[in-house]
């Protein structure tokens, strides 16, 4: 159940016997020369479709823009400043909790956004904290970054091994072959071997990222990416995500 395809009565008749409500949010940005710029949200957002369907959870709309700065260097890359993505999550909350919706369950697609994501969480809790207790007192949130489940990680170490890399990997280009066939971009023949590194940790600017990472990607061998591998990380992810909602929901 999508939320962006039903009606004010049938969320109203939801909220009766749910409170449950999936997140995805993802980021619109480079993956190298061969990922689609919005990877990112496209795999959150088809991971938590699977999952709501699974589950018969609602799924909110996408947040499709997220904290990419680092890839500003690359042209179509759009980002949110970290403070106006904690306050586009802080807002989002606050919308469903105020309709009653008490597990709030986001589905992340993009490293970048984790740190603002738990910024924002406890934006929201402290908002909680320094008012009266009320219903909704008890609203809580939780993020899955969808590539790190323990299983999920996993099948794609199995799979891809070295190969993955740490950005534009392997494995989410694989999920997008699958969920997008009729878009698939062939690998160039001249790819060069990626340099391995840590965005999070080792990269001050977009011009730094560029500098050291030329066509985009951080370690991935993308010509890995095929449809069939994709479909099978993206069924895993699925049903791991599925479950450890179910058990959140029912907290
Ligand atoms: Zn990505």
Known sequence: MLLALSTWPEIERYLGDNTGIIVPVGSTEQHGPTGF????????TAIAEGC????NCLVSPPITVGMAQHHM???????LRPSTFVNVIVDWITSLSKHGFRRIYFVNGHGGNIAPLITAFNEFYASLSVRAETEESSTLCKLANWWAMPNTDSIIKEIFAD???????????AVTQYIHPESIKPAP?????????SAALDIHNAYD???RFVDG?????????N???????FKKAVSEIAEDCTSFIRS
């Not at 190969?163 to 280009?173: L, V």
């Open 217 to 225: 990607r951080i370690g991935s061998d993308v010509r890995e990416a």
């Open 52 to 55: 709501g369907v699974q589950i």
């Open 189 to 197: 023949k001249d790819l060069e071997q990626a340099i391995h590194g």
């Open 209 to 211: 990222y560029r500098q």
């Open 73 to 79: 260097a690359f042209p179509g890359t759009i980002t």
């Open 37 to 44: 710029i919005g990877t990112d949200f496209i795999t959150a």
């Open 163 to 173: 190969a993955d890399g740490e950005h534009a990997t392997a494995s989410e280009i």
């Open 227 to 233: 449809q069939k591998d994709g479909e099978k990380v």
